[in-house]
């Protein structure tokens, strides 16, 4: 019998032991035998489902490392713009003082990697057997493209933790990515290179395009406008700005942005016109104090919501119009009128209102979850154009956005780099809590800059982190270079 690398057993998401016969992970509840999952589209549709489900479930039976949604709340509380209020509730503490992702043998170091290559293992298996299953072809396609964006959005996010930044003007980046693993298989495999990663994930961006089109049945699942929005991020992180702006162009057809009502009504219903990718939480899918609401709201009534609010960094902030809609979403000096917390709330300045669940205080968690908004597609389409300098095209871009959330905005007439500082600064305060901004400073070389601002040395102990610096790599967990003798660490 071959040993079990921890790569595969992460990867395929396996529930039984290496002695017995292999089963895929499909609802929150059971499972079912691979072959039977594919042997129909029907079935292989809920196999296809259960690869959803797994990006929302606690990892490592931990509360707070509850898959995707949990990455999102530590990827910016790991840059300065979304900051813990105190260290009252330590949870994502050891992630906020980037102690976590630097540790090979830390939960939110193993998490990701876990996380991510659990969907990749399912998603290779859906791609490996869907040929054969019975059913309309149409029904195969939109299986086998789903299961390939999935599979490129979890390399998309494992290249870009575990290996260092792309960069354009060096290709090939042979820097060491992740293994690349695209097969149903028990052997462990060595690090390919970042550009090996990268290739492979535009392959399976442009292959899952082919085989999908605009319908769904659900905004759950990813549709072809959900792939160009995953090429315009992967475009922009690679530095190829024409291709950057077409899919981001491309990918918001058909989306409508918010108008100013609706921005306020809390961020937390997949129904939004603006959302084009989300999880939409089931009652019968409750996480409890493991979901993203449950830190990230501001008013779910747990221990972290109360004692332990998210605030927004306020040298952003005191930057924002007050004309403009998203000043609504932190309150500066928080009353009893102005912000809603739970009952017994701690009521911190600059304190979070733009994720906010139904009920004062909210008793559910039953919040839907953005993946992806049209906003995004905006400002990417905005800041490729710039780096284009192609001014006027990017200005009109970010017109069309901001001048939603701020009647009173202006065309912008700036040039060069200060008009691709107002684009990034549009970003930081429409993205905020969406989990862009670790990755935002990595891709753009940009150093990490607590300094000046409402962040608590009790709270981020790291106030400074040169660019290109070791520290920006997750280190490969403890358990995989174990398990894998062909796997090596990033730089201790």
Excluded at 15 to 20: I, K, L, P, Q, R
Aim: proline share 4%; net charge neutral; glycine share 6%.
């Amino acid at each position: 019998m071959k040993k079990q690398f921890l790569t595969i057993l992460v990867a395929l998401g396996l529930v039984t032991s290496a002695c017995e016969q292999e089963y895929l992970e499909t609802s929150p509840t059971g499972s079912i035998d691979a072959g039977a999952a594919y042997a129909t589209t029907k079935n292989a549709a809920a196999a296809i489902n259960g690869i959803y489900r797994a990006m929302v479930v606690r990892y490592l039976d931990s509360q707070g490392h509850f898959g995707h949604p949990a990455m999102m709340v530590i990827l910016d509380v790991l840059g300065e713009d979304v900051v813990i209020s105190n260290t009252s509730n330590t949870w994502h503490l050891v992630e906020t003082r980037w102690q976590a992702h630097r540790s090979e043998t830390a939960v939110g170091d193993e998490m990701p990697y876990r996380l991510y290559y659990r969907l990749i293992g399912n998603a290779n298996i859906a791609v490996a057997s869907i040929d054969n299953a019975a059913g309309a072809q149409a029904e195969k396609n939109q299986i086998k493209g789903e299961a390939l964006a999935l599979r490129a959005f979890s390399y998309f996010n494992l290249v870009q933790l575990y290996g260092k930044r792309y960069d354009a003007a060096n290709k090939p980046n042979s820097q060491l990515g992740v293994p690349l693993v695209l097969t149903p298989t028990t052997e462990g495999l060595p690090r390919a290179t970042v550009e090996e990663i990268y290739t492979q994930i535009n392959k399976d961006l442009v292959d899952a395009a082919a085989l999908l089109t605009s319908t769904r049945a659900y905004k759950s699942h990813i549709n072809l406008e959900v792939v160009k929005g995953l090429q315009a991020r992967v475009a922009l992180t690679q530095q190829n700005w024409a291709d950057a702006a077409k899919f981001a162009a491309e990918a918001r057809k058909g989306f409508t942005l918010m108008t100013v009502a609706q921005y306020q009504e809390g961020f937390s219903d997949i129904a939004n016109p603006e959302w084009m990718w989300g999880f939409d939480h089931l009652e019968d899918q409750s996480e409890f104090f493991g979901a993203y609401h449950s830190y990230i709201s501001s008013n779910f009534n747990s221990t972290n919501i109360r004692v332990t609010p998210k605030v927004i960094n306020s040298t952003l902030y005191d930057q924002i119009p007050t004309t403009d809609v998203r000043s609504k979403m932190w309150v500066k000096t928080p009353t009893a009128t102005n912000s809603v917390v739970p009952t017994g709330g701690v009521r911190a300045p600059y304190l979070n209102q733009k994720f906010r669940l139904p009920g004062t205080p909210s008793t559910s968690t039953m919040g839907d979850i953005p993946y992806m908004r049209a906003a995004e597609m905006y400002l990417i389409e905005a800041e490729a154009q710039a780096r284009l300098n192609n001014n006027t095209a990017a200005a009109s871009v970010l017109f069309d956005l901001v001048s939603k959330r701020d009647p009173s905005y202006k065309l912008s007439t700036k040039t060069g780099t200060t008009l691709i500082d107002e684009i990034i600064f549009n970003r930081r305060i429409e993205l905020w809590g969406e989990g862009f901004r670790f990755l935002d400073l990595k891709r753009m070389n940009q150093p990490l800059n607590r300094n000046g601002a409402n962040l608590s040395s009790a709270v981020v102990v790291l106030f400074d982190v040169p660019a290109g610096d070791k520290q920006w790599e997750f280190l490969i967990p403890r358990r995989e270079i174990n398990a894998n003798a062909k796997i090596v660490q990033n730089p201790l």
